[in-house]
Each structure stands twice: as structure tokens, then as C-alpha cells.
């Protein structure tokens, strides 16, 4: 596919995707091919293909004589990432943001636990490294800065668990932490006791500090939603 065929194929992908994920397409709601191809003045074999995403994200199926249909919420993949991005840029965001924040709050203690008995040397070295940029960008609305960093401390937590289950959690985290950014639910500096503990964490994994790592992964997840009752009630 040429970088104009994947540039139109991103656009109808998103577009559709978004408007499922909002709602603007019912359970059971019919696309025709044909329809969205006039729309987006795109060929056959784009939507084609967008199809076939949607259908690996199960928010659609193909049924013949009928056409594409739109599958009931609860069957989508909620892990996959571009799911996670559509619904977190919908008017469903603070629910959205809600559920994978309680998500993380029971899962990510429990690695960065694991962590700490787990994690190498070099894991230990990158989690300072990430915290202390952490450090270096909380200050001075720094937040897409920022950003890298916590992503980058949050991937290198649930990788060092030893957990593969764990560890390929780490695109759910990134799109969770990307979303508060990009749809400005964060403070315009990151609340300073958060860094602080993002500090703490990678002190008490490398100290191989099992306990004080899980509490003090649990008062992060704490905080967030905290946050979250205050920014998108």
C-alpha cells in the first residue's frame, strides 16, 4: 500500500472507528461498503481492508446479504489500543478514563512487586533513568515531556514483572496516560507527591523492596483517581 493508500486507509480506519465507538452507529447498525467507499471517496479494497480491522477489534461483522454490522459493546476488544483511543476521545471519556484507571490500580501494584524480585539490573538503571526524567519535566507545563518518560516507567514496571500477561499490558497504560494528556485531564504541572512516588518506586525495586513497592504503586493508583473526580467528574 502506498503512503497516500495507508494515509486514506488511517483516515476512514479512525473515522469509523470513532463514530462506532461514540455511538453514532447503533448495535446492529449496517455499513455498506459501497456507501462508505462514495463517502470517503476512497476504493472498494480501502474499506475493505478498514473492515477487516474493525472485525479484528470485533466492533463489526460481515454477514452476507446484510452487509457490515455493528456489533454489541460488550463484545469489542476493549484492550486493543486504537479502541482505547477512540473511546477516550468520545463524550464516554470520564467513564472510559474510570474503568482503565481501576484497571491499572489492580494490576500495576501487583507487578511492580513482582518487580522488585524480578527486575534486572539494567531495568533497575532504566526506571531511575525514567523517573528522574519524570522529574526533570514536571515543572514548567512540560506535560508532553512528561509523558515520555511515564510511559517509558510504567512499560519498563510491568515488563520487569516477569509477567508476559502483565507486560503486554504496557500499550493499554500508554494509551490511559496519552489520553489524560491529549484531552487535558492533567494538571498543567503533574501533581509533585505523584513524581515523588514514581521516585520511590524505582528506589524500592532496586532495593528489591517487594512491600514498599506494591504501596507505594497502590497510593500512584490512588491519586489518579482522585484526580480523576476532580478533572472529569
Known amino acids: 500500500m502506498t503512503t497516500e493508500g495507508r494515509g486514506l486507509h488511517t483516515h476512514v480506519l479512525d473515522t469509523l472507528g470513532l463514530a462506532i ?4 452507529y447503533s448495535e446492529g447498525s449496517v455499513l455498506r461498503t459501497d456507501e462508505v467507499a462514495q463517502r470517503f471517496d476512497v476504493s472498494r479494497t480501502v474499506v475493505r481492508e478498514v473492515v477487516r480491522v ?6 463489526v461483522e460481515s454477514r452476507r446479504r446484510v452487509g457490515v ?3 454489541p459493546t460488550e463484545e469489542w476488544n476493549v484492550y486493543d489500543p486504537r479502541v482505547i483511543r477512540w473511546r477516550l476521545a468520545g463524550a ?3 467513564r472510559q478514563l474510570r474503568s482503565l484507571t481501576v484497571l491499572r490500580s489492580a494490576i500495576e501494584p501487583v507487578a511492580a512487586g513482582l ?3 524480578h527486575a534486572t539490573p539494567e531495568q533497575c538503571a532504566a526506571l531511575t533513568e525514567e523517573a528522574l526524567g519524570m522529574v526533570a519535566t514536571s515543572r514548567g507545563h512540560q506535560l508532553e515531556g512528561y509523558l515520555k518518560h511515564d510511559v517509558a516507567f510504567h512499560r519498563v514496571v510491568l515488563n520487569a514483572s516477569g509477567n508476559e500477561m502483565f507486560a503486554r499490558l504496557g500499550d493499554v ?3 490511559v496516560l496519552a489520553g489524560r494528556t491529549h484531552h487535558h485531564v492533567m494538571f498543567d504541572d503533574p501533581d509533585p507527591a505523584a513524581v515523588t ?3 520511590q518506586v524505582a528506589e524500592a525495586v532496586r532495593e528489591g523492596d517487594a512491600e514498599r513497592a506494591e504501596r507505594l504503586t497502590r497510593e500512584i493508583a490512588v491519586g489518579a483517581l482522585q484526580e480523576l473526580d476532580v478533572l472529569a467528574p
Open 21 to 24: 465507538t461514540a455511538g453514532e
Open 54 to 59: 474493525l472485525e479484528s477489534m470485533h466492533l
Open 69 to 71: 454490522t455493528v456489533r
Open 92 to 94: 464516554d471519556r470520564p
Open 115 to 117: 518487580a522488585a524480585v
Open 173 to 175: 497504560v500508554a494509551e
Open 197 to 199: 512516588l514514581h521516585v
